[in-house]
């Protein structure tokens, strides 16, 4: 027997790949839901490459009761109306906007990292998605948080323009062929423009000068991993259409060389180490595109503080730092409590 399972913004970046994610794992699914606006409805939709179409149902009328998951892929504002109706009729929520995230009685989840702190989703019957850029990291930083205990971590971001949805990635798209064909170039998702260029600017500017983006990297490292942990984020949008990248300083309480550093992400859940000195020894976004590994290259040891250690990390960021967290988020909520399938 298996679940039956409603994707909350199908038509969507997200949405699309957590369909597609559903079918290729193989998720034990006695019947699939595509919901979105009104606009949408009607319209099909691929389930993934198992040749299904789906029949988009509209959001406004969409009754919750009976499904026992609900993957949102809807942005913050929808999620805000139709995540509790969900919950309150007794269907799981799995919620990737940042709308939840911070919620003490929500639990934050990253299975590789937190499996046992999804137990608290009773309390609201919904679970939170982190943020893209703090998904992979995370998955990155765990193990070597267990090892060797992380004190403090700067890092920086290269994030690709499909974390901005569609209209950044078609923005990238736009200006690149207006630069060639020598048209003007007009900026519209972006503050700046994005072809050929890099913009240190994700999300509202807060009152200390840092970004909601940077901020959400803080505060959801400490939530999924360990409140003691301190960390620093500058957050770059790049003219990469998929997969984000990171640099990562790290400080440990325990010392640490880059050869236990390799042999412990080695064997690490969720990661893929990929760290040959050499040219090409190392991974990029346009490799990791479409996998399901945090990719791990350029550890080495940081002489400049005690126990320090840098790393490279790369990650398909509408997989990993989205979709197939969510439907990782769903078969672990399976396995541990709905138990079917």
Known sequence: MGYRVAVVGATGNVGREMLSILAEREFPCDEIAAVASSRSTGTEIDFGETGKKLKVKNIEHFDFTGWDIALFAAGSGPTKIYAPKAAAQGCVVIDNSSLYRMEPDVPLIVPEVNPDAIDGYTQRNIIANPNCSTAQMVVALK??????????????????VSGAGKQGMDELFEQSRAIFVGDQVEAKKFTKQIAFNVIPHIDVFLDDGSTKEEWKMVVETKKIMDPKIKLHATCVRVPVFVGHSEALNIEFEKEVSAEEAQNILREAPGVMLVDKREDGGYVTPVECVGDSATYISRVREDPTVENGLALWCVSDNLRKGAALNAVQIAELLGRRHLKKG
């Open 143 to 160: 193990p070597l948080h267990d090892a060797f205990g992380i004190k403090r971590v700067v890092v920086s971001t290269y994030q690709s």
